[in-house]
């Protein structure tokens, strides 16, 4: 049974920063890729960041391309978002996934953590 378990958030003023991370389990880590999903309130789940099994490519939503960085650690069976520059609009639950998949504006994820808030203060 895949687990993931993030960790990592919090408050945060407009202009720092805040780093995520997430603890998988339950299957072989490095063969799939890993990605994070955000959701503010009364808005659906968004693609915010994913990476590839190996971690030689990542992929980013418009909105925190050149902000944030994903990465990941196949020893450790961990992936993090490293978030800089944070806006208020950044506010929002945010979702380690597994088995990540799409293009574009299109993602799509096998499983999911429980989720993390970030807040961001004007």
């Known amino acids: 049974q895949v687990q993931l378990v993030e960790s990592g958030g919090g408050l945060v003023q407009a202009g720092g920063s805040l780093r995520l991370s997430c603890a998988a389990s339950g299957r072989t880590f490095s063969s799939y890729a890993m990605g994070w999903f955000r959701q503010a309130p009364g808005k659906e789940r968004e693609f915010v960041a994913a990476?590839?099994?190996?971690?030689?490519?990542?992929y980013y939503a418009d909105s925190v391309k050149g902000r944030f960085t994903i990465s990941r650690d196949n020893a450790k069976n961990t992936v993090s978002l490293q978030m800089n520059s944070l806006k208020p609009e950044d506010t929002a639950v945010y979702y380690c996934?597994?088995?990540?998949?799409?293009?574009?504006?299109?993602?799509?994820?096998?499983?999911w953590g429980q989720g993390t808030q970030v807040t961001v203060s004007s």
């Open positions: 990476i590839s099994w190996s971690g030689d490519s990542s």
């Open positions: 996934a597994d088995a990540v998949e799409g293009y574009g504006s299109s993602w799509s994820a096998g499983y």
